[in-house]
Structure formats: structure tokens, C-alpha cells
């Protein structure tokens, strides 16, 4: 996970612009300061790329984890932090190696209120930009089940109205985001959260706008479909945490299973890890289906890779994947071109039929889903003809 492979995988996948991540830990900002330069306002591009240099751009971010109690609760949230220059992001990680260790990890842990993170980066450059990450993961979320608050005004206070975005997360989409009518001023950002090359671009986010870190912020901020054309995300189901659950006990539940069993396994007795499809239920004021009225739109998209996997009957790290995957890149271009735009001929003389017909099956929503649970990811597969269809019936949850 260098700048050099994530400038590859850009390539690959078709992403312009992309985070750095982790920028507060003292060895990858040194190396982010050695090897990038700044290219358009608040972006910056490998010094060192190949000739003719690299499309990729690069824009400053991290994820911090805030460990506190506030109202009498332990609270915990991650949140991602957008800086728009080197200087100022320095100047973080000077005042936030006052407060906990820097070093330590990626992400690092501090014991620091989420209010008072973002008072502090505002303090340093206005211009930067704080948003609660993967919003609803049981654990470590703004609104998670587990640590969470119920509102962006009870976590941020009179800070809030600096908070105009969230991150679904793998296991919620936009259209069970706006199922709370307190989100219908917020933005909702899908990105990847890739802990390997191969995972970029899972989720990610569509613009048409100035091409510089104010011009995607301020899409961001504006909502408006015209700059921010869409997001892409996951089905949510095969997010790790969207329905309840016990991992270790092998026990998954629906909400209304989980209310079925007092919210209680019935294997161990200990409650059970509550989802993120059973806690937007429990804050929504809405049904599934309202509140979509001139919302930025978004497309659900399996990886290349696991698609190629289920066709073929064996893992997405296997030889005969990479190949295919390679084969395909190679001859159509990007996975985001192969995965919304090329047509099956495009595909089919590139790939075999099959792969061809799961990847216009994936995009038309042809798919057979089993909800993730308990830090597990849900199982998918690609139903291959109406037939299929019919004796498989969907396990999708809306």
C-alpha cells in the first residue's frame, strides 16, 4: 500500500482522485512530503510517476479513532479528516502528538471528544473538513449501535452545522440513509476503505466539477446532482455488519429475528452484536423508498475480481481471477468502465460468455445476496438466467 501501488491500482480502477489515508503517522506523512508535489489546488501527484507523468491525484486524509464518555457513555467514533495542504496537515499531526501517540498505527486511538477534534483542525485551517466515517458500524461509528450517539447535534454540538457530510459504509447505502429525515441536509460520501490495493474503488464517489480539493468539497457540500453525479457502493448486505448477529456462534438474525429472541442469542445468551439495517430502523422516521426526492443517486456494483470468483467457482485471490481480471483490464480498459459502462460484445470478446453475462447480470441487480453479520461479510452470487432467478428466490431485504 505505497503511493506507487496506489497509483497503479488508480489505473486499474479508474479513480482520479484519491485519498492518502493515515497522513498523521510520522513515517507515511514523511514519505508523502518526499515523494509528492503539488499539482491542481489541494491535490498533489507522484513526483517520480513514469513518463508523461501520472493521472492519479492525491488528496491529504485520515481516519482517527476518538475513544471518550460523554453523557455517561463510552463513546466510540471514527472520523475522516480532509487537509488541504501538506503545511496544514503537519500542523495537525504537530497538535494531535500533544494529545496521543502518533505513531502507534494508521489510524491512531485518542482519548479526545469528536467536538473538540473538529474545533481543533478548524483552528488550525478552516478550509478543512471533518466527516464521521462508515456512520453506522455497530462499534466504532457516529451512530453505531453499540457506541454511538442518535444524532449529529448530541455527538458535535454547536459545532454540527461544520459536519455536512457522512460516510454510509459498506453495510448501509444511500436509500436507507434517507429513511431519517434528520439526514435530508447531509451528503452521503461512499468510499472504499481498501486495507490492500486490490480493495480500492469498492466504494467511491462520481463528480463533474472544478478539479481541485475545493472544487470536491464544495460538490460535497452543495449536493448538487449536477457536480456530484452519484456514488458507487456495495450491495449493503455484503457489508460486514449489516444484519445482527454472532459471529463465533454462527447465528445471524433479521431485526425482526432479533426482536423474536429479546435481542439475546440463543446459543451463547449474550446479546447479540446489533446491525446496521436494525439501528437506521430504530432512528428512521421513514419507510424505505421516501425521502429520495432530489438526493444525489447511486449505483450498487460487485468488485471485478468476485465476480470473476463466483463465475468461476473459486476464490477472488486465485491465479485464474488475477488472470482474468488482468485480461479483461487489458483489453477494455478500467474496472469501473467494465463494471458500468462496456456492453456485453465489449465484454465477451475480452472475457468468456460467462464472465460477460455475470457482469451485465451484477449491474442489472441479478444477484443472490446473504447478509453479512458481526464483523462477517455477507456471501453473494450472480445469478445466471431468469430461471435461476425464480428457483433461487432473492435474499435481498427490501
Not at 493515515?22 to 512530503?33: G, S
Not at 448477529?245 to 447479540?272: A, D, M, Q, V, W
Request: hydrophobic share 35%.
Amino acid at each position: 500500500m505505497n503511493l506507487e501501488n496506489l497509483d497503479v491500482w488508480a489505473g486499474k480502477k479508474g479513480i482520479q482522485v484519491m485519498g492518502t489515508g493515515d497522513f498523521t503517522h510520522p513515517q507515511w506523512f514523511e514519505e508523502l512530503k518526499t515523494k509528492l508535489e503539488p499539482a491542481e489546488p489541494g491535490l498533489y501527484r507522484l513526483k517520480d510517476a513514469p513518463a508523461g507523468g501520472s493521472p492519479t491525484r492525491f488528496i491529504l486524509t485520515v481516519e482517527i479513532s476518538s475513544i471518550y464518555s460523554k453523557n455517561g457513555k463510552v463513546r466510540r467514533i471514527h472520523n475522516i479528516i480532509f487537509a488541504p495542504s501538506l503545511e496544514t496537515a503537519g500542523k495537525i499531526n504537530a497538535t494531535l502528538s500533544l494529545i496521543g501517540n502518533l505513531k502507534s498505527d494508521g489510524r491512531p486511538i485518542l482519548g479526545l471528544d469528536s467536538k473538540k477534534l473538529l474545533g481543533i483542525i478548524l483552528g488550525i485551517d478552516p478550509k478543512c473538513v471533518l466527516i464521521p466515517a462508515h456512520a453506522w458500524t455497530p462499534w466504532f461509528s457516529i451512530f453505531g449501535s453499540m457506541s454511538g450517539f442518535d444524532s449529529i447535534e448530541e455527538c458535535f454540538e454547536e459545532l454540527s452545522p461544520h459536519i455536512f457530510a457522512v460516510e454510509t459504509g459498506l453495510s448501509s447505502d444511500p436509500a436507507m440513509n434517507w429513511r431519517l429525515s434528520k439526514l435530508d441536509k447531509i451528503s452521503l460520501i461512499s468510499n472504499s476503505d481498501s486495507h490492500s490495493p486490490q480493495k480500492i474503488g469498492r466504494e467511491a464517489n462520481i463528480f463533474d466539477c472544478e478539479f481541485s480539493y475545493d472544487g470536491l468539497i464544495g460538490a460535497i457540500k452543495s449536493r448538487d446532482p449536477e457536480k456530484f453525479l452519484f456514488t458507487v457502493e456495495f450491495f449493503p448486505e455484503e457489508g460486514k455488519y449489516h444484519y445482527d448477529g454472532h459471529r463465533l456462534c454462527g447465528i445471524y438474525f433479521s431485526p425482526g429475528e432479533t426482536k423474536k429472541h429479546n435481542g439475546i442469542c440463543p446459543k451463547c445468551k449474550k446479546p447479540l452484536t446489533i446491525g446496521v439495517m436494525n439501528r437506521v430502523a430504530k432512528l428512521a422516521d421513514r419507510k424505505l423508498g421516501e425521502g429520495s426526492e432530489s438526493r444525489v443517486p447511486f449505483k450498487h456494483l460487485i468488485p471485478l475480481d468476485e465476480i470473476i470468483a463466483d463465475v468461476f467457482g473459486v476464490g477472488a485471490s486465485s491465479k485464474a481471477v488475477k488472470k482474468e481480471y488482468e485480461k479483461l483490464i487489458g483489453a477494455v480498459g478500467s474496472e469501473f468502465k467494465i463494471l458500468m459502462d462496456a456492453s456485453y460484445n465489449e465484454l465477451a470478446r475480452a472475457a468468456s460468455p460467462a464472465v460477460a453475462g455475470g457482469i451485465i447480470n451484477s449491474r442489472e441487480g441479478k444477484v443472490e445476496l446473504v447478509p453479512g453479520y458481526d464483523g462477517e461479510y455477507g456471501k453473494i452470487k450472480i445469478l445466471k438466467d431468469n430461471k435461476e432467478k425464480s428457483e433461487n428466490q432473492q435474499t435481498r431485504l427490501f
